[in-house]
Structures are given as structure tokens and as C-alpha cells.
């Protein structure tokens, strides 16, 4: 599995096209266990991420385009997601910096500064019901064999059934069982236009 800063630029233009389609029922859904703007908060975003790459006709640089992303997701989400969804690109600009393409350790190594950066930021941790949930077992099977469709989707259904117990959602309590959180639902998305390419 290969990610090249070219497969990089178009999972991420997938990636608005796909939070476009899916804006209201991200909405939708956390009307139900927060505070009903996530859906509109990542069209504006990845609408904005969109315009950016638009701008520019390709990046030689992961790091570079990364720390882009970054950027413009941290001014234009608002909310938590923003910080959040900005951290996860910050972190792998980090990593990637210099570098045209990933793969095996350095790849992981990206993800997994990613996933810490956004405990540290969310304070939290995976079993809580966040979109920890679902980057944490994806940064785990890019060192195994299991397809990673097959784990967006196992952990998506995981993180359904749990309660609630951090961020706005946590004020639901018991009913927060059986909603799909939001940020969690908004990272699949993020996250199978990152298995496409990574598949090639």
C-alpha cells in the first residue's frame, strides 16, 4: 500500500464530493446526539480543501499538501471538528514532509501521529464513542491483512452501540446507543477514499 501526495490530492477531492451527498444526514445525525452542525461545518471545509487543490494543478510534497489541508480545515469547520479534522492533516505533515510517497512503516507512522494528535486534542480515547473509533482500528489494519473496507465498516457498527461518554454526545447519555456518531460517520468517509487509493 502506497500513498502518493497524487492519490493523496484525489482522495481528498472524493472525500468533499462524498461529505456534499452526505451533508444532511451527517446533520441529521447529530441533531440526535449534539448540536445539529456537523454536516454543514465539513461541506464548508472539505468545499474549501476542494477549492484549494482546484487552485493548483498537483503537489510534489505530502507534507506540503497535508499541512494545506491542515490549514484550511482548522479556519473554515468550526466547531470541534475543525480542530480535529485539521490535527489529522498537521500530524501527517509532520511525518510526511519532503516526501512524494509513503508506504509500510512510514505510511502507519503518519496515521498513527494522526490518531494520537487527535486524543490529545479530543482528550480522548478509543470505546468512547468519537471518531477515535474509527481512525484507530484503520491505522491498526494498515500493518495487517484484513481489508480496510471491511474494518471501516466493523468499526462504524461498533461505534454505533456504544454510549456515549465524551464530547457533546456524552449529555445523551444511554440514548446515544444505536446513533451513529457524526465524526465518526464524516472519518469513514474520509477514510474509504483513503482505502481506494491506498488499494490503488
Known amino acids: 500500500m502506497k500513498l502518493t501526495a497524487e492519490g493523496l490530492q484525489k ?22 446526539i449534539g448540536d445539529g452542525d456537523h454536516g454543514i461545518n465539513m461541506s464548508r471545509g472539505f468545499l474549501a480543501v ?3 487543490l482546484e487552485n ?11 499541512k494545506l489541508v491542515g490549514m484550511t480545515l482548522i479556519k473554515t469547520v468550526g466547531g470541534a471538528s475543525g480542530p480535529l479534522f485539521g490535527t ?25 501521529e494522526a490518531v494520537d494528535g487527535i486524543a490529545a486534542r479530543g482528550k480522548s480515547q478509543a470505546g468512547q464513542k468519537t471518531m477515535l473509533d474509527v481512525w484507530e482500528p484503520f491505522t491498526e489494519a494498515l ?3 484484513e481489508p480496510l473496507e471491511t474494518v471501516i465498516e466493523k468499526a462504524l457498527a461498533n461505534t454505533k452501540e456504544l ?10 447519555g444511554d ?3 444505536g446513533v451513529q456518531d457524526p465524526g465518526a460517520l464524516s ?10 487509493v491506498l488499494n490503488g
Open 11 to 32: 482522495a481528498l477531492l472524493q472525500t468533499a464530493e462524498q461529505i456534499e451527498q452526505q451533508k444532511d444526514e451527517l446533520t441529521d445525525l447529530d441533531r440526535e
Open 50 to 52: 476542494k477549492k484549494e
Open 56 to 66: 493548483k494543478d498537483s503537489f510534489e510534497d505530502l507534507g506540503e499538501l497535508s
Open 88 to 112: 489529522i492533516f498537521v500530524k501527517f505533515a509532520a511525518k510526511w514532509n519532503g516526501k512524494d510517497a509513503v508506504e509500510g512503516d512510514e505510511l502507519y507512522n503518519g496515521f498513527k
Open 143 to 145: 500493518k495487517s491483512d
Open 163 to 172: 454510549k456515549a461518554t465524551k464530547g457533546r454526545a456524552s449529555y445523551f
Open 175 to 177: 440514548a446515544s446507543k
Open 187 to 196: 472519518s469513514s468517509i474520509l477514510l474509504r477514499q483513503f482505502a481506494e
